[in-house]
């Protein structure tokens, strides 16, 4: 990679074929800003490898299974479970590594209990997601075997949680309803006997504009990741990307006007100009749609990207400047320095920030470091409970 840093504490990822995307190991730091700022417990949603060895969450038992197997030694929930893990013995492994494991079913409940050992569970509820968890028709049979193994001594249920559809829409009717369906399945539970360790709702949309939907956890994903949950309704808090993603400039050479640039020829240059290779393309996670649509950031400004993305390359204009192979290109980054963020490329695509950070892989490799110590960082961001959520 060439030497030039956009940031001292950026993370180099190197890349086998010179090019790398990098993190802020703020991961850590911005768990705890959000924990001091919300009042409430936090959990991570991240990746093995990424955790602050508090509370962690993983979308299935492999995930759960490759955090510990990363190091870390913090609470860990599994969302999902999947009918293979029973007969591979993922349930056992994750019971024995102290993972709380999700439920949706009563059935689910005695997969668990039939693994042995001390299991915890934490019970999921759909309130209109209608993705995972048990509707709340079928959600009195559920608290109930869930609290008769409680009873028994075969488990020990740690949390009731649910998950918002449109917490990004912070005017959107579905959030109310889905509130009070959470609070009545809470209540169902309660009439059976369960006193679960934690309660909670809010994604990281939620975390930032829905005060009311605490409860005693929140769950920041792509927040804790610096990136905007909701674009347009969260200009009260100051968010930091984590990621930069960067690659080395492969070469430059001059076109004629009336030459097309890459497959299909779909941008063919006006004038004479400077084009640049830069060598990371859809086998990496760089998006098709960006193709004349985005920009990097490379000597000082940015620079459009011209033609069609590639399997593993793509072109750059750069008008009259001839750069050298090796200079810096800053795909995306925080923006303080004038490169594009995530956010630019997702309007660029027409997509989310959230897809343009997880595509992110291939031949580009990852490298953390960490931040300041977490008692003497100040927080750089509006208390999240102050925000101007519904309350309903």
């Given at each position: 990679m060439a030497s030039a840093r956009l940031d001292k504490t950026l993370v180099t990822l190197t890349a086998p074929s010179s090019f790398?995307?990098?993190q802020y190991q703020g991961l850590r730091l911005k768990c705890e800003q959000?924990?001091?700022a919300s009042d409430v417990r936090v959990m991570a949603i991240t990746s093995p490898g990424?955790?602050?060895?508090?509370?962690?969450?993983s979308i299935n038992l492999a995930g759960a299974l490759a955090l510990r197997e990363a190091g870390d030694i913090g609470r860990i929930l599994c969302w999902l479970t999947l009918p293979v893990d029973v007969d591979d013995a993922s349930l056992a492994r994750a019971?024995?590594?102290d993972v709380d494991i999700t439920a949706y079913t009563p059935e689910r409940v005695d997969d668990i209990i039939a693994v042995g050992g001390s299991p915890r569970i934490q019970l999921k509820v759909d309130?209109?997601?209608s993705r995972g968890g048990s509707t709340l028709g079928h959600w009195p049979d559920l608290v109930a075997a869930a609290r008769k193994a409680e009873i028994d001594g075969t488990i020990e249920v740690t949390g009731i949680w649910s998950h918002f559809a449109c917490a990004d829409?912070?005017?959107h009717l579905a959030n109310d309803r889905q509130e009070r369906a959470f609070r009545e399945a809470l209540d169902i539970a309660d009439r059976v006997g369960l006193r679960p360790e934690v309660r909670h709702l809010a994604n990281s949309a939620a975390s930032i504009l829905r005060p009311s939907s605490h409860f005693d956890l929140v769950r920041c994903g792509i927040a804790v990741y610096g990136l905007d949950p909701a674009p347009g309704h969260t200009g009260h808090?100051?968010?930091r990307p984590a990621m930069t993603v960067r690659a080395d400039l492969a070469l430059s050479k001059r076109i004629a006007a009336g030459d097309g640039v890459s497959y299909g020829h779909t941008w063919v240059a006006d004038h004479d100009t400077t084009v640049g290779v830069v060598p990371a393309g859809y086998g990496e996670g760089i998006p098709r749609h960006a193709a004349n649509t985005a920009e990097v950031y490379a000597a000082g400004r940015r620079r459009p990207v011209r033609g069609r993305i590639c399997m593993d390359q793509f072109v750059i204009d750069l008008d009259d400047d001839e750069l050298e192979p090796g200079t810096d290109v800053v795909l995306f980054g925080t923006g303080a320095h004038g490169e594009p963020t995530a956010q630019d490329w997702a309007e660029a695509c027409d997509t989310i920030n959230y897809e343009i950070v997880t595509r992110i892989?291939?031949?580009f490799a990852r490298r953390y470091v960490d931040s300041a110590p977490l008692d003497s960082a100040p927080l750089d961001s509006a208390p999240l409970d102050s925000a101007q959520g519904d309350d309903q």
């Open positions: 790398a995307a990098e959000h924990r001091r990424a955790g602050d060895g508090k509370t962690m969450t019971v024995e590594a309130t209109g997601l829409e912070p005017e808090v100051a968010l892989g291939g031949r």
